[in-house]
């Protein structure tokens, strides 16, 4: 009779322990210093950015990046700075990282 009782409470237990959860951990694929290129190691998602740039430099980097991202199926964020002045013209910084799911 007791058997009976404990039985329950013991496959309850024991099947907590049993079961599993996945955990979903974002992480975002490292740029080489060229802002372009993606390195083979993952790192906590921080952005990276190019400083501020020709505008037409920026926008090539920028896609350059997006493509190496996409490539490896990744989702691509960026942000956009633009400053304008007489003595540069119209500078852009991009903050960009390339996220993934492990």
């Known amino acids: 009779m007791k058997l009976l009782i404990l039985l329950p409470l013991l496959l309850?237990?024991?099947?907590?322990?049993?079961?599993?959860?996945?955990?979903?951990?974002?992480?975002?694929?490292?740029y080489k210093s060229d802002?372009?290129?993606?390195k083979y190691s993952t790192e906590t998602c921080d952005y990276y950015?190019?400083?501020?740039?020709?505008?037409?430099?920026?926008?090539?980097?920028?896609?350059?990046?997006?493509?190496?991202?996409?490539?490896r199926?990744?989702?691509f964020n960026y942000t956009e700075?633009?400053?304008?002045s007489l003595k540069n013209g119209t500078t852009i910084k991009y903050q960009?990282?390339?996220q993934t799911n492990s």
């Open 12 to 30: 309850g237990f024991t099947s907590r322990i049993v079961s599993s959860e996945t955990i979903t951990i974002n992480q975002c694929w490292e």
């Open 35 to 38: 802002g372009k290129t993606l």
């Open 49 to 71: 950015s190019t400083g501020y740039q020709s505008a037409e430099d920026a926008v090539l980097i920028k896609d350059e990046a997006y493509a190496s991202c996409t490539g």
């Open 73 to 75: 199926a990744g989702a």
């Open 81 to 84: 700075s633009v400053k304008t």
């Open 96 to 98: 960009y990282f390339c």
